[in-house]
């Protein structure tokens, strides 16, 4: 399964950014699906997940509320819709695709990842 997110770039405190993670190669549906981000001198961590069909979600509590997972298994993309961003939101933002139907917030359940794509929140 190969994993191509998009979306980032600059926005300001408060504002919005929708990203993007489009697969291919692999049967999308049968795939959790989660967002990490790795902020600049730090590890990475886990953002969002959400199951095969959508019917299941987690966040990280430092997201909780304003940022949403969503999936569209007809066009095989996931999307993190990401408001009130605060300076800490900044970070390189990560898809990735795990075989299990499951939420998780553990890297190494997730077998495939994305080149990452870069969200920066100024102040």
């Known amino acids: 399964v190969q994993l191509q997110a998009c979306g980032g770039g600059l926005v300001q405190t408060g504002g919005s950014v929708r990203l993007s993670c489009a697969a291919s190669?692999?049967?999308?549906?049968?795939?959790?699906m989660g967002w990490f981000r790795q902020p600049p001198g730090k590890e990475r961590e886990f953002v969002a997940a959400?199951?095969?069909?959508?019917?299941?979600?987690s966040y990280a509590d430092s997201v909780k509320g304003r940022f949403t997972i969503s999936r569209d298994n007809a066009k095989n993309t996931v999307h993190l819709q990401m408001n009130i961003l605060k300076p800490e939101d900044t970070a390189v933002y990560y898809c990735?695709?795990?075989?299990?139907?499951?939420?998780?917030?553990?890297?190494?359940?997730?077998?495939?990842w994305g080149q990452g794509t870069l969200v920066t929140v100024s102040s």
């Open positions: 190669g692999g049967t999308f549906s049968n795939f959790g």
């Open positions: 990735a695709a795990s075989p299990y139907n499951l939420v998780t917030s553990t890297l190494t359940w997730y077998n495939y």
């Open positions: 959400i199951t095969w069909s959508g019917g299941t979600t």
